[in-house]
């Protein structure tokens, strides 16, 4: 249901190129082209009652334009 949920969160612009799952974690890739909707996909993921957290573990600037991300969410 998380999982369904975490989909049903991505805004627009944010295109999430895989997903690795724990017990207790969920790791995300994603790309996007603008800096708001990724603050927008985090801040909807914090506000996200089974997550108790959200960490940036990466963000880099691709040469194609646009930004890759890798955020991990630490469920409840």
Same mark, same amino acid.
């Given at each position: 249901k998380i999982v369904l949920d975490i989909i049903g969160l991505i805004p627009q612009g944010v295109k999430i190129s895989s997903l690795a799952f724990n017990k207790d974690r969920i790791?995300?890739?994603a790309n996007t082209n603008s800096v708001s909707?990724?603050?927008?996909?985090?801040? =909807? =993921?914090?506000?996200?009652?089974d997550i108790k957290s959200v960490s940036i573990d990466n963000i880099e600037s691709k040469?194609?334009?646009? =930004?890759s991300v890798t955020a991990t969410t630490m469920l409840r």
């Open positions: 790791v995300i890739n909707s990724l603050t927008d996909f985090i801040n =909807l =993921l914090k506000d996200y009652p040469p194609t334009g646009g =930004l």
